[in-house]
């Protein structure tokens, strides 16, 4: 079993910046994938960025050029660097961690991000 626990939500005026924290736990040794998705009110969720332990990244269009993804491999630990902020980033930040390509994701209970002045 995986645990899945993300942090460091919060409130941000616009143009500011916040820095999201997922760390997975549990019967693991290592992560094929780690990432971010986000949902907001009345809308899907949406693909943000994520990372396999191998260090290539993807980006959902919306968020390249703002957002940058890392990870810890040795802590299972992914991170997400939110910069430029504006209102249309508000939304519940879920981390979605893969263990390997054979396996199912896992998610955490999301963090709320809330952009206004």
């Known amino acids: 079993q995986v645990q899945v626990v993300e942090s460091g939500g919060g409130l941000v005026q616009p143009g500011g910046s916040l820095r999201l924290s997922c760390a997975a736990s549990?019967?693991?040794?290592?992560?094929?994938?780690m990432g971010w998705y986000r949902q907001a009110p009345g809308k899907q969720r949406e693909f943000v960025a994520s990372?396999?332990?191998?260090?290539?990244?993807n980006y959902g269009d919306v968020v390249k050029g703002r957002f940058t993804i890392s990870r810890d491999n040795a802590k299972n630990t992914v991170y997400l660097q939110m910069n430029s902020l504006n209102a249309e980033d508000t939304a519940v930040y879920y981390c979605?961690?893969?263990?390997?390509?054979?396996?199912?994701?896992?998610w955490g209970q999301g963090t709320q991000v809330t952009v206004s002045s």
């Open positions: 990372m396999t332990d191998g260090g290539s990244t």
């Open positions: 549990g019967t693991i040794d290592s992560i094929y994938n």
């Open positions: 979605n961690v893969r263990p390997s390509i054979w396996t199912s994701a896992y």
